[in-house]
């Protein structure tokens, strides 16, 4: 039998999905802990035996082996611009959108100090923005300067005014710098162009990135390292939503990813209101969105997490807990490996994850404002207007292995007491059951088709997501 290994080199877990291509179906998937520290392959070889184990009885022969990583805290970036609603936000954007867990943000000129904080951050590309094309040069220069002063081993990708390229080019080849230089990531006022500067950083993270972080080992043994693991989620919606020629799409839709130090919200669509008189305000926004909540983590930032839902909130969706929530929430962060066993463990991890679904939803999405002008009163759009989104996909621990994640995606919804935030307001609630989208998101690099129909078969309604002897049983709801 012809199938494709796909694997995913996670911060904590390596995850691999056999698929076979012929029938279009998931044969086994399997997962042990990643061992970055010592060889990567450790853990791999150890997953790769279970999930043979379970395909024994298949004459199985992987004609392709393709993967993404988060390994060795994945692709972290810096991001550089000129104002911080602006050009600095687009780099961000552009950051977010390759897959990247963004350090930090900085504009106008860098300071000594600043350059020193960013050496110390340790980032693996420093994305460098600032002025539309024709417009500012003086930052993005100075910047450039400082950088091929004082930073040496870190790649630069210029993605900002293109008027000044040749000089920053010049700045860079006298220092020996490791750049690139692509397309402004705003190239005019409030308009974005995020996908040339993504592809760039997509393409430094392959060829330099996984080897610099003990990799090469494992590229010996696959195809490739294709990108990272957050770029491959973002992959598989992006396409899911959107279809193939051969393969119709399900249209808008968002992914919350609940973690233990995260909370991502992915978002494919264009966002333009919904109600008629509404003007669109600020940045334009990407179609194809990904925003990181580094406070609303379940375990590593537990304790930023209670801090932000606060106990009316917790109270609200959890109104008979024994716990106090702060106390647990510190205990939690003490203890980031810690599985809930009791009936009220359970429950406050759900209570948790509806106030971090809520929250990170409130901060995607959308915002709809009243402005009085002599004319009367007027509303503006900033942001996304998602309310009209089809369906919302939960993914993450405590969503896959929860047996209520309606509970916990209905928090996510459009709420009456706080009309201003554009939620969905009736989207069907699907749940990554069987953890495949990082997956399909790798393979949709080369068979989108194949993963589009794939991630119809195994994408089931929250309502029907079932448990049978802790397995999940595929198919099982289809």
């Known amino acids: 039998m012809d199938a494709i290994l796909l694997i995913d080199f996670g911060s904590t877990y390596t995850k691999l999905t056999a698929v076979d291509m012929e029938h279009e179906e998931i044969l086994a998937t399997a997962k042990s802990l990643t061992t970055v520290e010592n060889d990567i392959m450790i853990g791999f070889y150890k997953a790769y035996d279970q999930l043979m184990k379970k395909c024994k009885e298949k004459d199985i022969v992987f004609k392709e082996k393709l993967a993404c990583s988060s390994a060795a805290g994945g692709l972290k970036m810096i991001a550089i611009g000129l104002v911080p609603d602006l050009t600095a936000e687009a780099a961000k954007r552009a950051a977010l959108g390759a897959g990247s867990r963004v350090l930090d943000v900085y504009s106008y000129e860098l300071s000594t100090g600043e350059i020193k904080k960013i050496i110390q951050q340790k980032p693996d590309i420093i994305l460098l923005a600032g002025g539309t094309d024709g417009g500012n040069k003086d930052c993005i220069i100075h910047n450039a300067k400082m950088i091929a002063k004082y930073i040496k081993e870190i790649p630069i990708v210029v993605a900002g ?169 510190r205990y939690l962060a003490q203890n980031v490996n810690e599985i809930p066993k009791t009936q009220e463990e359970v429950e406050f991890d759900e209570a948790m994850s509806m106030a971090a679904v809520d929250i990170a939803l409130q901060r995607h999405v959308g915002v709809l404002e009243e402005i009085y002008t002599p004319m009367g009163k007027v509303y503006s759009l900033r942001g996304k207007d998602l309310t009209n989104a089809k369906c919302i996909i939960g993914t993450g621990g405590v969503i896959v292995h929860s047996k209520k994640p309606t509970k916990i995606l209905q928090a996510g919804l459009y709420d009456l007491e706080r009309p201003n935030y554009l939620k969905p307001k009736h989207p069907e609630l699907l749940v990554d059951k069987a953890y495949i989208l990082s997956a399909m998101g790798i393979l949709a690099m080369k068979y989108p088709s194949t993963a589009v129909r794939i991630l119809k078969k195994y994408l089931i309604s929250a309502e029907e997501c079932e448990y049978i002897k802790g397995e999940f049983l595929y198919g099982a709801s289809k």
């Open 161 to 329: 005014n293109k008027k000044v390229n040749d000089e920053i080019e010049e700045i860079f080849q006298k220092k020996g710098i490791d750049y690139a230089i692509t397309e402004n990531v705003m190239p005019r006022l409030n308009v974005i162009n995020v996908e040339p500067a993504r592809k760039v950083i997509r393409d430094i993270f392959m060829k330099r990135i996984v080897k610099a972080k003990g990799m090469k080992n494992a590229e010996e043994f696959i195809n490739g390292i294709l990108m990272p693991t957050p770029a491959a989620v973002l992959k598989a919606a992006h396409v899911l939503a959107d279809g193939t020629e051969e393969e119709e799409g399900m249209g808008d839709l968002i992914v919350v990813d609940v973690g233990g130090a995260t909370t991502d919200v992915h978002s494919i669509g264009k966002g333009k209101p919904t109600q008629a008189g509404v003007m669109e305000v600020g940045l334009q926004e990407p179609y194809v969105k990904r925003t990181v909540e580094g406070d609303l983590g379940m375990r590593v930032s537990a304790e930023s997490l209670g801090e932000v839902v606060g106990k009316k909130r917790f109270k609200k969706y959890a109104p008979n807990s024994p716990y106090d929530l702060h106390e647990r929430c």
